[in-house]
């Protein structure tokens, strides 16, 4: 069983343009959350997935957008990247919602905006 | 809005003694606690968790505490070991599940 990986491992963009992070989850996983880690701070929420349909958001943009696809991957789109976009983005998958609270984290990418 | 704080940025102890995180919420709705581990480049790991209905869980050297009137739960390791040194966040979700909220994390050093 394969864990939680997540591509590019870093990333550089300018302000202003758009970038996809990737996730694949562990298999069987049919929950994934994205999250994102300023430096200095704990993971903050962006949403979560749940057999390919958002059902939990928290305090971002729009231009913050995402997909689940069926094969237990997923993406986070960032849109009109700005300066504060700065930060690590994790992803976490998680079995059945209603049967386990425990993620499993991936390493994270690392997206620097200049 | 930091609906979950940790407010101890960091943590210093002897080996074999114990460390006591602690964690403190304001949302009263939160029904599950989760305690994570987190090791320089890599991804969080799943340490511990706690239902509100609990109030102690425990799982070999680490157990986690809730006090729901307080809004606070902690995190003690005994004994410590060099091999715990590394961030610990806490997390907490209302019932659904949907969300998640972490806080800051508590940086350990085990010294040996």
């Known amino acids: 069983e394969t864990g939680v990986t997540q591509s590019p491992t870093h990333l550089i963009k300018t302000r202003g343009q758009q970038v996809t992070l990737r996730c694949s989850s562990q298999?069987?996983?049919?929950?994934v959350s994205w999250y994102q880690q300023a430096l200095g701070q704990g993971p903050q929420f962006i949403f979560q997935?749940?057999?390919?349909?958002?059902?939990g958001r928290g305090n971002f943009p729009p231009r913050f957008s995402g997909l689940q696809f069926p094969n237990y991957s997923s993406e986070l789109n960032v849109n009109a990247l700005e300066l504060d976009d700065s930060a690590l983005y994790l992803c976490?998958?998680?079995?059945?919602?209603?049967?386990?609270?425990?993620?499993?984290f991936g390493p994270g990418t690392r997206l620097t905006v200049t | 809005d930091q609906q979950v704080k940790q407010n101890s940025p960091s943590l210093s102890v002897q080996e074999g003694r114990i460390s006591i995180l602690n964690c403190d919420y304001t949302?009263?709705?939160?029904?599950?606690f989760l305690w994570y581990k987190k090791y320089p480049a890599e991804g969080p790991t799943f340490l511990i968790s706690?239902?509100?209905?609990?109030d102690k869980n425990e799982d070999g050297r680490f157990t986690v505490f809730l006090n729901k009137s307080a809004k606070h739960l902690s995190l003690h390791i005994v004994p410590s070991q060099p091999g715990d040194s590394a961030v610990y966040f806490c997390?907490?979700?209302?019932?659904?599940?949907?969300?998640?909220?972490f806080g800051t994390g508590t940086s350990l050093t085990v010294i040996p």
């Open positions: 976490a998958s998680r079995p059945n919602p209603t049967v386990s609270y425990e993620q499993y």
């Open positions: 298999s069987g996983h049919n929950t």
């Open positions: 997935y749940y057999r390919e349909e958002e059902n």
């Open positions: 949302n009263s709705m939160f029904d599950y």
């Open positions: 706690i239902s509100s209905i609990k």
């Open positions: 997390a907490a979700s209302g019932r659904t599940g949907n969300q998640f909220y």
